[in-house]
DNA sequence: CTGACGATTCGATGCGGATCGAAGCATGCA
DNA sequence: TGCATGCTTCGATCCGCATCGAATCGTCAG
């Protein structure tokens, strides 16, 4: 009966409703600073730095420091594939949540993931992007073709200027309500500034719902047309 | 920020000792009774039947009752997929396991339950009833058809006289090692008495494997042929 | 019917751990 | 240097929950 890995103690750690909330807030991928983390999980700094201690030491997370910020991140891909799979399976618990806010479609078809585009329209998003050729995807890692410049260019976007910065220009990013991935990185929040600037979509204060108007989604699914 | 599933409430389930052990006790796929939970998670039974209410609670186990025993078993494939992702992560940090051996062929094959015949055999002998429409399957509650009946009758089993007893004729009986249904009741016993009127089998002392000979088994076979 | 056994419920106990206030350390900026 | 900011450590508190003893319910055997 004492045999077998010991998957309560990994189990245990994602059992903590504010240690899951940062797990969560790390499902885009990008790193974290420690108070970032703090105030996605509504928990105190001193909280905070025990659970993300406890993370790291569990293999969870991994942190580094960074002049006065420390940062924290998945440690790996298939911690946020078990993520994934939690998330899955809670879904479907028949459990709803105990806050019944404006709820799921929306976020389903919209959110933003820290600064880009995520849900539905996001996959879409990418998918038409890697359809046409213009971002490449070579076994998840994503870049930008030289047709992808132009295009970009022409929807006032300079990737010149976003490649500069230390931030990955391309990533793609897992999404957990459609499990596929959507573009991220600072190609992704440069996108997702030009649908603001554009109008199409506005964010719904203290949410993570984008939302379209009608003229809106009509051309931004022009802009990113779907193969039939 | 409490967007998303509620994936605390599940990982806090997997998190104690106590549920974990019962739940990797459970990956082989068999269901076991809530007294042999409770021994392989090392705590009483009282606690065992509180572990077990929560986690059929969380949609994590299915639970059926049977005479006085009530078996429980993994509520589907995504709960191992979870289970075994868990596996693989806490793999890395530390201790091994011993995964407890593949279970006896021969009582996996074909054993004794109670009167009636389980294992592969026994769950091959009753969909081979009901795909041929000889035992009906109405949500799980088994009848014997009127085909049925004369299909026994050329058989050797005088349904009629069984069917005055007291005790249910056909019953969908859980089998541990496979995770499908048996036929258990009167009928079930008859046709194990069966089998081992017409020598296909016997039982081995002091040992629930019921031995077949290469001939009685084919012999079997031919008689509950199952579907390509 | 009676006795035995397995499962469950109830109530009480005790421990682990989440939480926050206050203080201690680093780093960055003027 | 001095001050502000962000993170961490320490100590104390408090709540949740796992655990078990005792009692109850349901099933099976005789």
Chains 1, 2 share one sequence.
Not at 66 to 93: C, I, N, P, T, W
Not at 163 to 171: D, E, F, T, V
Not at 179 to 206: C, F, K, M, N, P
Request: with cysteine; proline share 4%; aromatic share 4%.
């Amino acid at each position: 009966m004492r045999l077998g890995p010991d998957i309560a103690r990994i189990a245990a750690l994602l059992g903590d409703p504010a240690r899951a909330n940062m797990l969560a807030a790390l499902m885009g991928g990008q790193a974290l600073t420690a108070g970032e983390l703090a105030r996605e999980a509504g928990v105190t700094p001193q909280t905070a730095s025990s659970h993300l201690a406890k993370l790291t030491d569990g293999g969870l997370l991994t942190g580094r420091r960074q002049g006065r910020h420390a940062y924290f991140a998945l440690a790996g891909s298939e911690v946020a594939d078990l993520l994934e799979k939690l998330m899955g399976l809670a879904d479907r618990g028949g459990h709803q949540r105990a806050r019944p806010g404006p709820r799921e479609p929306a976020l389903r078809q919209a959110r933003v993931c820290y600064d880009h585009l995520a849900g539905e329209l996001g996959v879409a998003m990418l998918d038409s992007l890697t359809d046409r050729a213009l971002v490449e995807d070579r076994e998840g890692s994503l870049s930008l073709t030289a047709e992808g410049a132009g295009f970009m260019r022409a929807f006032g976007v300079e990737t010149a200027g976003l490649a500069r910065g230390r931030r990955p220009l391309c990533k793609a990013c897992l999404d957990w309500s459609v499990r596929r991935s959507h573009l991220g990185g600072a190609l992704g929040q440069a996108l997702l500034d030009q649908v603001y600037a554009r109008r199409w979509a506005r964010r719904i204060e203290g949410s993570r719902v984008v939302a379209f108007s009608a003229p809106g989604l009509a051309a931004f699914r022009a802009a990113f047309p779907s193969r039939p």
